[in-house]
């Protein structure tokens, strides 16, 4: 795996997340992902899609910065600061946060199998 190749889903990912782009995310979230958010609470490969099919997230604007990668045998882990600006459910979701995501290969393509995010003060 190269640190390239990381670096372009992560490109993806954060183009699907910003587009709303469930098929895509579909493919790159793995079925069993756990993902913590920054209040605590754990979600699923479902409830993320189903946030974004239902139009309850919307994101206005992404954008992502000192990103670290570092890359174990078949598996990737990305550390990234993003700056985030958008509705939840037509609340207000804006903030800087430090996401931590775990990419790993699988015969068809890289996913994503497990993320946590904090808010930066």
């Not at 099919?53 to 570092?70: C, H, P, T, V, Y």
């Not at 207000?92 to 990419?103: A, E, L, N, Q, T």
Request: net charge negative.
């Amino acid at each position: 795996m190269k640190t390239e190749t990381v670096v372009n889903v992560e490109i993806e990912l954060l183009a699907a997340i910003k587009k709303a782009d469930v098929s895509v995310l579909e493919k790159i979230l793995h079925d069993d992902l756990l993902f913590n958010l920054p209040d605590g609470n754990t979600i699923t490969k479902e409830f993320d899609l189903d946030s974004y099919r239902s139009g309850k997230m919307k994101i206005d604007s992404l954008e992502a910065s000192d990103q670290i990668i570092n890359i174990i045998d078949d598996t990737a882990v990305v550390a990234v600061t993003v700056s985030l600006k958008g509705t939840f459910d037509n609340n207000p979701v804006k903030g800087v946060f430090r996401y931590i995501r775990v990419w790993k290969q699988f015969e068809d393509n890289l996913k994503v199998i497990a993320g946590s995010c904090v808010a930066l003060q």
